[in-house]
């Protein structure tokens, strides 16, 4: 079960709903970072002290409860760490302050991922500080930045907002010798002397809790409080000494619209407030990850989430890192290593990294690709086209996106990366007339048009795999470039992977290749990530059920054979991946993508009622087009599949809390797709006219009319998308590796893009549920309250915990399924031995269904569906869900007979 910590949500309250996630059958808790995180986080990825649990959440000892209760119900837990990155700016993080205080002096230098050397002389040695609201110039004149003394810490720094900039202690005796205390004075002498003798950094401290013993004195603060009035930037000899005094830091202050260009430290995508760690390092492996392995050596932690593994300079190399320190504290236990990894099309998590799989983003995609009719593909996508006038076809969009994200968000990484790769050119009297302006066109066309993450070069150089990728992109690149350019991608092919950096001679030559490597593949990562899923996502509505974290929206549906493929093969590679079908970083609950899969059944339809909506829509605005229609058509599928299941078009309050989800949906949409807002720039008219429009769909008399069609459109389609998110549930739950329930999600998962699906969950509800205990029929009857969901699960993982061997390493066996509708069904068994369990879910069945009802059992559409057992030898009595009527069978199972009582199925022979 993975939780989401929070000051809100602390481990104590996790600890009280231990029982009842016993009860429901989960193994461990799946718990997000737990070590302290900026105040206020929502997430805990945005961390300020690896060193200890946060406060926030109850520190240690809470921890130590915690444990001790998922103990005595025999539960393990899972941590999530954050390897990549840490927060920085503001006043809270130790290590950056220390680092901003002394600049490569600090050993917290190498800490961070940062350029140092830079051609233009106002960032050579110069760490780049992009916080300010506006440009440096205008904010220091108009008092933006103010000199500050912390008395209790004896230091000065500079302030911003929220933001705190450490003055070098080196600068101290200017602003101690010039009042009138002969003890400041003193003191300032001793500042002075740092630099004659020893580390200057060292001796500072002793110093810094002097000044701070003088500043318990009033008199003491005052006089400094007087002294700093000379940096008062309103006036003209205020603003020069202020601004000589930062210009002797080793940092420089700037707008945070200067980030994109010159930002010259990696950050986690293109977010400022994150800065990216070199844990390639081994101080820096053994300093951040320090508490995990004391959490790991003391028995806490059974199991490790590595988040974004794609964003390190060596990310194999980290985890058999990992992986043997783990071992080392761990010899009489195997704790598990998994990685968050968005894997493409047909790529594979090596092998050889030493963990034990992915956290499941590719298993979202294999059981959606199963749910979507492929007859749906062209008419939707025609659909979209017509009315948007976006491209027809998600590849075009993504593409732009790339190409808008190279040139804007990360157009600083992108000239880094380019940098390296003119250096690597001069280095070699071959190369050396490359041009930059080549390299530059050269290297974006291949960035836009790489079809995975990253690649994974050693100093072997590229894996037989990654060159299957490089090929595919060099094939792009070369329709993008002119055959001029062509000669430049040969030695890119060459430089990143192609010819192994270990065959140059140690030295100079080396090191510049093996340096443009590493930024090349930690700039593919973030791009796609940056275009894909938070631009692309956001301007492509053929279906958003396709939209999804770790999904190729190329691809709109598979055939049942390829997800019998996928299975077979992480059964025989990672057995023990997790499988997700929701997650913290989901655009959509797993539940409101099973429900607009069905549209993809249903496209003429679909087009029918979009033909009716869009002219009362145009009523509802008061200044046409807005919103745009791209919006538009969004809304509306969102809508459809987010529609509460007990909310009728008049209910006011229930209409007011749903108004104030899809409006904070909505905002974030816009400004992600870039198209007519954008975070850096939001377009507030726009805006606001949206905001107007979706007030008076949801919440006005106006609206009525509109809002009932959609009401009941949603109502249309809802009872094939529970049978959907009940078929989905239960492939994860049975399918070759370990499910992931995301909290909340024992229900139905109507939720939207986080921070819609972080909300608190009642867990007080889902309790009264599982107390219930209701019959099959009643679960069914009332299927709205998300009960049926529930008690699947329930069954399910008990059946589980009571035969894990036949779960955990079982063999994969799809069933061959024949007769008239074959093909709406998926049938695998899993055996271990003379054990046997036989999976069936429906699939494709919206036309099947009916409004207000899940029952499909003894319709006829299985009446002449058969299922084939191949297992000779093995007693076939059969016991499935809710203690239903044991099926006995030979060689053939009735579907009919399979789907009895209840709409999908796990039987196990008895």
């Not at 930037?233 to 010159?262: I, M, V, Y």
């Not at 192994?500 to 340096?515: A, H």
């Not at 992480?570 to 655009?587: C, V």
């Not at 200044?623 to 509460?644: A, G, T, Y």
Request: proline content about 6%; overall charge negative; charged content about 20%.
């Amino acid at each position: 079960m993975r939780l989401q910590f929070h000051a809100g949500f602390t481990l104590d309250d996790a600890r009280e709903q231990v029982p009842y996630f016993a009860r429901l059958g989960i193994s461990h808790l799946y718990a997000s970072p737990l070590l302290t995180a900026r105040e206020g986080s929502m997430h805990g990825y945005d961390v300020v002290d690896p060193t200890h649990v946060s406060p926030a959440l109850g520190g240690e000892d809470a921890l130590r409860r915690l444990v001790a209760e998922l103990r005595a119900h025999n539960m393990g837990l899972l941590l999530d760490i954050v390897s990549n990155h840490m927060a920085v700016g503001g006043a809270d993080n130790p290590w950056w302050l220390d680092l901003l205080a002394w600049g490569r002096a600090s050993p917290y230098a190498e800490f961070f991922d940062i350029q140092w050397h830079s051609a233009d002389p106002l960032l050579e040695g110069v760490l780049l500080l992009p916080f300010l609201g506006d440009d440096y110039g205008p904010t220091l004149q108009a008092g933006g930045i103010a000199l500050r003394f912390n008395a209790q810490q004896g230091t000065f720094h500079a302030e911003h907002g929220p933001h705190h900039f450490p003055i070098c202690p080196l600068d101290y005796p200017a602003l101690l010798s010039a009042t009138h205390l002969p003890e400041l004075q003193a003191l300032a002498q001793e500042f002075a002397a740092l630099t004659q003798f020893g580390n200057p950094r060292d001796q500072a401290a002793a110093l810094h809790r002097q000044l701070a013993e003088l500043g318990r004195s009033p008199t003491t603060v005052a006089a400094i409080e007087q002294h700093l009035l000379r940096y008062d930037s309103h006036s003209s000899e205020g603003f020069a000494r202020l601004h000589q005094l930062l210009e002797r830091q080793s940092w420089r202050l700037a707008s945070w619209r200067t980030a994109a260009d010159d930002i010259n430290w990696r950050r986690f995508f293109d977010v400022n407030e994150l800065a990216g760690l070199r844990v390639e390092r081994a101080t820096v492996f053994e300093a951040t990850h320090g508490k995990l392995f004391d959490l790991i050596a003391e028995g806490l932690v059974d199991g490790v989430r590595v988040d974004h593994i794609d964003g390190l300079a060596d990310p194999g190399g980290y985890c058999r890192k990992l992986r043997r320190r783990i071992d080392s504290l761990s010899p009489d236990r195997h704790v598990p290593i998994y990685v968050e990894k968005i894997l493409g099309g047909q790529e594979q998590l090596p092998t050889d990294w030493g963990v034990d799989g992915t956290t499941g983003y590719e298993f979202m995609n294999q059981v959606s690709l199963l749910q979507h009719q492929p007859d749906g593909e062209q008419a939707l996508a025609l659909l979209w086209a017509a009315h948007s006038h976006r491209p027809a076809d998600f590849k075009t969009e993504a593409l732009l996106a790339r190409k808008q994200t190279l040139n804007g968000a990360l157009a600083g990484d992108f000239e880094r990366v380019a940098l390296a790769l003119q250096d690597v050119a001069r280095s070699d009297i071959m190369t050396r007339d490359l041009t930059l302006g080549a390299i530059r066109r050269a290297l974006q066309a291949l960035v836009i048009h790489f079809p995975v993450y990253r690649t994974y070069i050693t100093a072997a150089g590229r894996s037989e795999a990654d060159d299957a990728v490089f090929e595919q992109a060099l094939a792009g690149a070369r329709e993008r470039l002119s055959e001029a350019d062509w000669p430049v991608l040969e030695h890119l092919q060459q430089w990143l992977g192609g010819a192994p950096w270990r065959s140059r001679p140690v030295g100079r030559s080396r090191t510049l290749l093996k340096q443009a490597c590493v930024r090349f593949q930690q700039l593919t990562s973030p791009t796609a990530a940056k275009a894909v899923e938070d631009t692309a996502f956001y301007r492509y509505g053929r279906l958003l059920s396709r939209n999804d974290v770790g999904f190729n929206a190329e691809c709109f549906s598979a055939p049942v054979e390829t997800f019998h493929h996928a299975c077979e093969t992480r059964l025989a590679s990672f057995p023990d991946n997790l499988l997700a079908t929701a997650t913290h970083d989901h655009k959509r609950g797993e539940d409101c993508r099973a429900r607009l899969a069905v549209l993809s059944e249903r496209s003429d339809w679909y087009a029918q009622c979009v033909a009716r909506w869009l002219p009362l829509a145009r009523q509802l605005q008061v200044d046409p087009p807005d919103p745009n229609r791209v919006d538009e058509l969004m809304l509306f599928q969102i809508i459809l599949s987010s529609w509460p299941l007990d909310l009728h078009p008049d209910d006011r309050p229930g209409l007011e809390r749903y108004h104030e989800r899809i409006w904070q949906w909505q905002l974030k949409a816009l400004r992600e797709s870039k198209l007519d807002s954008q975070w850096a720039a939001p377009n507030e008219p726009y805006e606001q006219a949206v905001k107007a429009f979706i007030e008076r769909l949801l919440l006005q008399p106006e609206g009525l009319s509109l809002r009932t069609e959609l009401y009941e459109a949603a109502q249309c389609i809802a009872p094939a998308g529970a049978l959907n998110g009940l078929a989905q549930c239960l492939l994860k739950l049975t399918s070759p590796g370990i499910p992931d329930i995301y909290q909340g999600c024992e229900g139905w998962d109507l939720s939207l893009v986080d921070p819609d699906n972080r909300r608190p969950v009642d867990y007080a509800h889902h309790q009264q549920m599982l107390d219930a205990d209701l019959s099959p029929q009643a679960l069914l009857a009332d299927w709205r309250s998300g009960a049926v969901k529930q008690a699947m699960i329930a069954r399910t993982l008990n059946l589980r915990a009571r035969h894990p061997q036949l779960f955990s390493r079982g063999r994969y066996i799809p069933l061959e399924v024949r007769g008239e509708n074959a093909d709406h069904l998926v049938a695998f068994a899993r055996q271990w031995n003379e054990q046997v369990a036989v999976i069936v879910v429906p699939r494709l069945i919206a036309n099947y269904t009916q409004k207000h009802t899940l029952t499909l059992g003894k319709t006829p559409i299985w009446s002449e569906t058969f299922i084939e057992l191949p297992f000779d030898g093995i007693d076939l009595k059969f016991k499935g869900f809710f203690d239903s009527p044991a099926v006995t069978t030979n060689r053939t199972l009735r579907v009919s007979d399979a789907l009895d009582t209840f709409p999908v199925t796990l039987m196990i022979n008895t």
